[in-house]
């Protein structure tokens, strides 16, 4: 416990034994604040063998899965530690799903216990699953809440007292590196969701290097917005805090002008997430009314990053640290990462190099390595790629290739230092005219208009070139957006081939919960 950061062989640790080794190393320090209620380093370990024991008792054993379907609240964080200090797999679920796509999640995971809460967004989720058949589920404990059905969370607790301390230490000592830690679902857009499953050792050895190239420190105050149920709020960010021992602020959900309040009250210094956080602080004329001078740092990725943002981030929102990251699920969240040390033109254009002693490569086709410069495939293979899928080997064998290859199913370039630019999703390109058409380079030209907050394009069908872009764009607070004059202002910018030939003015753009644009439902309204 006494060893330093640099000595700590990350991949050989566990989520229990790290936790344990914050108590020690910043017991006093504060690790969460939620609301009233506030837990020193000391209070999160002892509180998590409090729910360990509870796990124990509720027939937990090494291996089995269990389900959190919360929104971030200081619960889940307690919930999720003692699981895993049970040597249970926590399987997060996406606080969006419907009963049935809970349903499907719970079922092909064969969790054991769901920790959940009662009304939430118009629902209650504990009572909601009541018409799904669930054969393998024991119990269903509310974190927070009422409802009909389920155990509320200080109960659950309490049936841990037959399970005593020592019991409940030697079974998280007893968890190793190489154990499965988590059991993350993939959207499911192109299909039914898929389990992603990541160990503890691995997940630990990412996101040391995660946190250090951010430069999270322990007198960072991190405020979570990207939820839980993804690896941007749970690995990139309460687990991020226990290895930094900075102080993890839940935020329930996004609302623009509680984040601002939040930001000049609790003094963040912390504001990681998707890019849409940032391009709607700056969309909000009264962003200047708040004392945002406490913040610090930011790492944003998840989505194309315009030049434009990462300048009005430093300049207009006094960032001193802006860096672009770029993962997925299937590589435990994270595969290139800017550092502090980068220039601003480095940090603005890319999305950093491969994290240490992970090997990337950008493809083509028939899978030879593509000249650097030259678009290509992201693979990446080495420590961070996930052990499969789980239960789908078909799936696990048409994504992870018989070299240990990942294929990512992003185009990338790679410049000579070997820094990753990622260009877009190959199922978003579209060709028009004989022409590759990359939607994220238009996006990124039209957020140079003053007039635009936000913007996504597809492509749509048309009878002579094929497919031609389509552009729905979200006006600056006041601003009036004319159609025409955006596909002109497009051709004094673009080649004719990527101007898009509509364009749609909307209020927002549909979003998932983690701010990606869901781009399905912009097809589905146009009916491509």
Not at 422 to 430: A, F, G, N, V
Request: glycine share 8%; net charge negative.
């Amino acid at each position: 416990m006494s060893a330093t950061d640099a000595e700590i062989a990350w991949d050989r640790e566990t989520i229990p034994r790290v936790v344990a080794r914050a108590a020690e190393r910043w017991g006093d320090r504060p690790a969460i604040e939620d609301g009233e209620v506030r837990l020193t380093y000391r209070e999160l370990h002892d509180r998590s063998l409090t729910a360990c024991r509870a796990f124990i008792a509720a027939g937990v054993e090494t291996g089995d899965r269990v389900g959190v379907w919360a929104p971030n609240i200081w619960e889940w964080i307690v919930a999720a530690i003692g699981l895993q200090s049970a040597g249970g797999v926590l399987v997060p679920l996406n606080t969006r799903f419907k009963p049935a796509e809970a349903g499907f999640v719970l079922r092909k995971s064969r969790a054991r216990v769901l920790c959940t809460v009662g009304d939430f967004l118009d629902t209650n989720y504990a009572d909601s699953l009541t018409g799904e058949s669930l054969p393998d589920l024991e119990h269903v404990v509310l974190l927070r809440g009422d409802a009909e059905h389920g155990t509320p969370f200080e109960t659950f607790l309490g049936h841990g007292d037959d399970v005593s301390h020592d019991a409940a230490r030697a079974r998280a000592e007893s968890v190793r590196p190489e154990d499965l830690s988590d059991l993350l679902f993939t959207s499911g857009t192109t299909g039914d969701p898929k389990g992603v499953m990541c160990a503890h050792g691995q997940n630990l050895k990412v996101f040391d290097v995660w946190s250090r190239e951010a430069t999270l420190r322990e007198q960072d105050r991190y405020l979570i917005i990207p939820p839980f149920f993804h690896t941007f709020g749970y690995k990139a960010g309460w687990l991020s805090c226990i290895i930094r021992g900075a102080t993890a602020i839940p935020q329930l959900v996004f609302d623009v002008h509680e984040v601002m309040a939040r930001i000049a009250k609790e003094r963040i210094t912390a504001l990681p997430g998707p890019p849409t956080i940032y391009q709607s602080i700056l969309a909000e004329p009264s962003y200047r009314d708040h004392d945002l001078s406490s913040l610090r740092v930011a790492i944003t990725g998840a989505a194309p990053v315009p030049v434009e943002l990462v300048e009005r981030m430093r300049s207009e929102l006094g960032f001193e640290t802006v860096l672009t990251a770029y993962g997925l699920t299937e590589s435990c969240g994270t595969v290139t990462m800017c550092t502090a040390a980068d220039d601003a033109e480095t940090i603005s254009h890319t999305s950093g190099r491969p994290l240490p002693d992970l090997e990337v490569r950008c493809i083509d086709e028939q899978g030879g390595e593509v000249p650097r410069g030259e678009p290509g495939e992201l693979v990446v293979r080495g420590y961070s790629v996930m052990q499969g899928y789980f239960d789908d080997p078909e799936a696990t064998a048409s994504t992870i290739d018989a070299e240990g290859w990942l294929h990512t199913g992003d185009i990338a370039v790679m410049d000579e230092r070997g820094y990753v630019r990622i260009t877009d999703r190959i199922k978003d390109m579209y060709i028009c005219g004989g022409f590759n058409v990359y939607p994220a380079e238009i996006e990124k030209a039209l957020f140079a208009h003053e007039g635009i907050a936000a913007s996504a394009v597809i492509g749509i069908p048309d009878e002579r070139m094929g497919e031609v872009g389509m552009a729905f764009v979200v006006p600056v607070g006041g601003a009036k957006l004319d159609p025409d004059e955006i596909v002109a202002w497009s051709r004094e910018r673009l080649a004719n081939y990527k101007v898009p030939r509509r364009v749609e003015v909307v209020d927002e753009l549909p979003t998932n919960a983690t701010g990606k644009v869901m781009k399905f439902v912009l097809r589905e309204r146009v009916g491509s």
